[in-house]
């Protein structure tokens, strides 16, 4: 499979307008949701790991440095992004748990 400057151009558009996506929804959600929002993304973050692993196992055995590199940046990132998200879910669960409260 050889890589155009068409297919480029086209991938980095899909990428844009899914960025601009992202961030026009994530914007309008109230800042109560945000929490509940990251078991979402958790799950999402967890298909593009795989999706990212798949890619760069695709592109290291063939020429397509471009893909390799492309595919170790998702890894990179959706890894921290669901690091996080166990993190403030963690974190929001603690803050159901029942306090005990000081023995006299």
Known sequence: MEITTD??????????????????????VPSQLHTPLMSGTNAISGI????AIAATAINSSGNHILGLIIGAIAIFFATINVIGGYFVTDRMLAMFKKKETPKK
């Open 7 to 28: 297919t480029i151009m086209l991938l980095i558009f899909v990428f844009i307008i899914a960025a601009y996506l992202g961030v026009e929804l994530i914007s309008k």
């Open 48 to 51: 593009t790991i795989v999706g």
